[in-house]
């Protein structure tokens, strides 16, 4: 019955970042098309309609960022929680996240064990790109990002730290919460509060630890599961 309450709670988050990412994405939209059809029926002069474009292309570039802080996901089930390999998981990301880094010439450094966890690839790729982006924005002019594992018998540690512009106290104790951002309007207030709700889903804890101009500490502990191959990984 535990088990089944706890499923249960888990839709519930899924269900509600769903929501949330179709409220959030409907504003920018309904702003484009009130633009879109007064320019359809309204007489105006070039100087006019270019304004109104560029407010357009801004709301779709932000409905995109919006999208790309939350997710995109179909409903997870039983059946579409996987066994996942951090190490690919890591790998993956980190390619993702590769291009960012170099414009900021930031080093990527690694210490990834192999193990395994159950969850979801696009659901744990999302956390791990949320949290590696702050990062490497926290540091635009160069910076080490280190990425480290540790595994003991029931739980994985994923360490990972920036030596970027870090928080205050007030805003360290605010992270996470929805629309909290001090990158003004390059910024949603999502990344993290989305973070937060997937570390849920994982039944894993997060830890957050910030100095101003020092840098940023993510400590993230999930359960550990065996390998497909039945030995513990
Ligand atoms: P956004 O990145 O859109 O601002 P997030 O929810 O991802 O929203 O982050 C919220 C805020 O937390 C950021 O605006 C920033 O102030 C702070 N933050 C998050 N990660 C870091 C980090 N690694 N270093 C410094 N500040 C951070
Ligand atoms: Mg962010």
């Given at each position: 019955?535990?088990?089944?309450?706890?499923?249960?709670?888990?839709?519930?988050?899924?269900?509600?970042?769903?929501?949330?990412?179709?409220?959030?994405?409907?504003?920018?939209?309904?702003?484009?098309?009130?633009?879109?059809?007064?320019?359809?029926?309204?007489?105006?002069?070039?100087?006019?309609?270019?304004?109104?474009?560029?407010?357009?292309?801004?709301?779709?570039?932000?409905?995109?960022?919006?999208?790309?802080?939350?997710?995109?996901?179909?409903?997870?089930?039983?059946?579409?929680?996987?066994?996942?390999?951090?190490?690919?998981?890591?790998?993956?990301?980190?390619?993702?996240?590769?291009?960012?880094?170099?414009?900021?010439?930031?080093?990527?450094?690694?210490?990834?064990?192999?193990?395994?966890?159950?969850?979801?690839?696009?659901?744990?790729?999302?956390?791990?790109?949320?949290?590696?982006?702050?990062?490497?924005?926290?540091?635009?002019?160069?910076?080490?990002?280190?990425?480290?594992?540790?595994?003991?018998?029931?739980?994985?540690?994923?360490?990972?730290?920036?030596?970027?512009?870090?928080?205050?106290?007030?805003?360290?104790?605010?992270?996470?919460?929805?629309?909290?951002?001090?990158?003004?309007?390059?910024?949603?207030?999502?990344?993290?509060?989305?973070?937060?709700?997937?570390?849920?889903?994982?039944?894993?804890?997060?830890?957050?630890?910030?100095?101003?101009?020092?840098?940023?500490?993510?400590?993230?502990?999930?359960p550990v599961v065996e390998s497909e191959k039945g030995q513990s990984a």
């Open positions: 019955i535990n088990q089944k309450l706890f499923e249960a709670e888990k839709m519930k988050i899924v269900s509600h970042l769903a929501s949330s990412v179709s409220h959030e994405v409907r504003n920018p939209l309904t702003v484009v098309r009130g633009f879109l059809q007064m320019m359809e029926q309204t007489e105006m002069s070039r100087y006019e309609q270019k304004k109104f474009l560029k407010i357009s292309m801004d709301e779709i570039d932000r409905a995109n960022i919006i999208i790309g802080d939350y997710l995109s996901f179909a409903k997870p089930t039983e059946q579409n929680m996987e066994i996942l390999n951090l190490k690919k998981e890591f790998q993956r990301a980190i390619d993702m996240i590769k291009p960012m880094a170099n414009m900021n010439s930031v080093e990527i450094t690694t210490k990834i064990e192999s193990c395994y966890i159950k969850g979801q690839s696009q659901l744990f790729q999302q956390c791990l790109l949320n949290i590696l982006k702050n990062c490497i924005e926290a540091m635009p002019e160069s910076g080490e990002l280190s990425i480290e594992t540790k595994k003991d018998k029931k739980l994985v540690y994923i360490i990972i730290e920036d030596n970027g512009h870090g928080m205050s106290k007030e805003q360290l104790v605010r992270i996470g919460e929805p629309y909290f951002t001090t990158k003004g309007s390059g910024g949603t207030g999502l990344g993290m509060m989305t973070v937060k709700r997937i570390v849920d889903m994982l039944d894993g804890r997060i830890h957050i630890s910030s100095e101003l101009n020092k840098g940023t500490r993510f400590e993230i502990s999930i």
